[in-house]
C-alpha cells in the first residue's frame, strides 16, 4: 500500500495521491512509486501528459509526513529523513525538467512538499479554493522542495513575504508569484481533467480556463516590497511595525512567533537562491539546510507545538532573533561532503558559486 493511484485513460497518465485523511501528506514510498511511474510513462508514446490529482476535498497534498520526521529527528540518527529528502528532491527537479506535459491540479489546500509535486510542472491549475503556501519557519523548518527557488524569482519582494510568513495565497496571487500558470473553477475540474484523456493539453485548456478572481498581496506591494527589502529579518520587523498598515504590523506579529532560528535561515536561503542560478544548484543547497535542521532544536519543537501536541506554544531555542548569530545561520549551509544531493553537476556545482 503506497497511498498513491496510477492509471492511463486514453492520452493521459494520471497520478492521485491517496491520503485524503492525513490531507494526502506525501511519504518516502508514495515519493518513489510517483517516479517509477514517471520513468514508465517516459517511454511510453501512448502516455502523452501526466496529470496529477489528490483524493477527497480538502486539497492536493499538506506536504511530507512531518510525524515521521519528527519521530526520526527525536528518537533516531536522522538518516530515514535525509533519505527521504534527497529522493523527493530528485523528484522535484525531475518533474521541473519533466519532457511531457506535466498538469498539475492544485485545488484546495497546496503547501511544502504538495508545492514541491506541482508548482514545478509544466501546466500548474489553481481554483477559487487553493490555498498555496510554504508555511515551514511555523515548525523550526526552511522552505524546500525547490520553494526556495520559486519563491526568489517572485516579483519584488512577494516571494520573502510568503516564505518567511508562511502566509497561504489564492488563485490571483498564486499566478502573480509564478506558482500556477491557469486557473480553473472548480466546478470545471472534472470535466477538464476528463478532457485531458483525449484532447491536447492545450485544446483542454481553452475550453475551461477563465477569469481568476481578485487577490491580495498584489494589493499589499508597496509595503511588502518596501519591508521585506530590508537586509535581516530584524530589519524587515522594524519596518513592518513602523509602517503603519495593519496588514503590515499584523505580518511583523506573525514573524515574532516563527521561529527566530529558521526566519533567519529562510532570508539568506532565499537571498542566496536570487544567484544561484538553476533549480539544480538551489536543491543542493535546500538538501544541506534540511539535513542541517535535524541537528537543531527547533524542528521537532516545532511539529512537536503545531501538529504532535497541538498547544501551539513552541518553546523555540534561541527565543529571540537578536539571539541568532551568524555564524549560527551559516552552519546550515556547510558542504555534506559525500552526502552532499548532488543534482548540480561538473561546473555548475553548488561548491563553485561565489557569495
Known amino acids: 500500500m503506497t497511498d498513491v493511484l496510477f492509471r492511463t485513460q486514453g492520452r493521459a497518465g494520471y497520478i492521485t495521491l491517496d491520503r485524503p485523511r492525513a490531507l494526502n501528506s506525501l511519504t518516502h514510498a508514495m515519493v518513489l512509486r510517483i517516479d517509477e511511474a514517471l520513468t514508465e510513462w517516459e517511454h511510453d508514446p501512448a502516455v502523452e ?25 527525536r528518537d533516531g540518527d536522522g538518516t530515514a529523513s535525509a533519505a527521504f529528502w534527497r529522493d523527493e528532491y ?21 503547501m511544502g512538499g504538495g508545492v514541491g509535486i506541482s508548482a514545478h510542472g509544466s501546466v500548474r491549475i489553481v481554483t477559487e479554493r487553493s490555498r498555496v503556501a510554504m508555511p515551514e519557519t511555523g515548525i523550526g523548518f526552511v522552505p524546500d522542495v525547490g520553494g526556495t527557488y520559486l519563491l526568489a524569482l517572485a516579483p519584488g519582494e512577494l516571494g520573502t513575504h510568503l516564505a518567511l510568513t508562511g502566509a497561504p495565497v489564492g488563485a490571483t496571487d498564486a499566478l502573480l508569484c509564478g506558482l500556477a500558470d491557469h486557473y480553473v473553477p472548480s466546478a470545471a475540474l472534472r470535466s477538464f481533467v476528463d478532457d485531458l484523456a483525449d484532447l491536447p493539453v492545450r485544446e483542454a485548456l481553452a475550453r475551461h480556463v477563465t477569469q481568476e478572481p481578485a487577490g491580495e498581496p498584489a494589493g499589499r506591494r508597496e509595503w511588502i516590497d518596501a519591508c521585506f527589502s530590508a537586509d535581516t529579518v530584524e530589519g524587515i520587523v522594524q519596518r513592518l511595525l513602523a509602517h503603519g498598515d495593519a496588514a503590515a504590523k499584523e505580518a511583523a506579529e506573525t514573524l515574532l512567533a516563527k521561529s527566530p532560528t529558521a526566519l533567519k535561515v529562510t532570508l539568506a536561503a532565499l537571498r542566496r537562491a536570487r544567484r544561484l542560478g538553476p533549480l539544480e544548484r538551489v536543491l543542493d543547497q535546500e538538501y544541506r539546510v534540511s539535513c542541517a535542521t535535524l541537528t537543531a532544536p527547533d524542528l521537532v519543537e516545532g511539529i512537536r507545538a503545531q501538529v504532535i501536541d497541538k498547544d501551539r506554544s513552541p518553546r523555540w531555542s534561541p527565543g529571540t532573533l537578536a539571539e541568532v548569530t551568524d555564524a549560527d545561520v551559516e552552519r546550515f549551509f556547510t558542504p555534506l561532503g559525500e552526502r552532499e544531493l548532488g543534482l548540480a553537476t561538473g561546473s555548475d556545482t553548488l561548491e563553485e558559486v561565489v557569495w
Open 90 to 110: 530528485h523528484l522535484n527537479a525531475r518533474i521541473a525538467r519533466y519532457p511531457k506535459p506535466y498538469v498539475a491540479v492544485m485545488d484546495g489546500i497546496v
Open 49 to 73: 501528459t501526466v496529470v496529477v490529482t489528490g483524493a477527497g476535498e480538502r486539497g492536493l497534498c499538506a506536504g511530507g509526513d512531518i510525524r515521521a520526521i519528527h519521530d526520526d529527528a
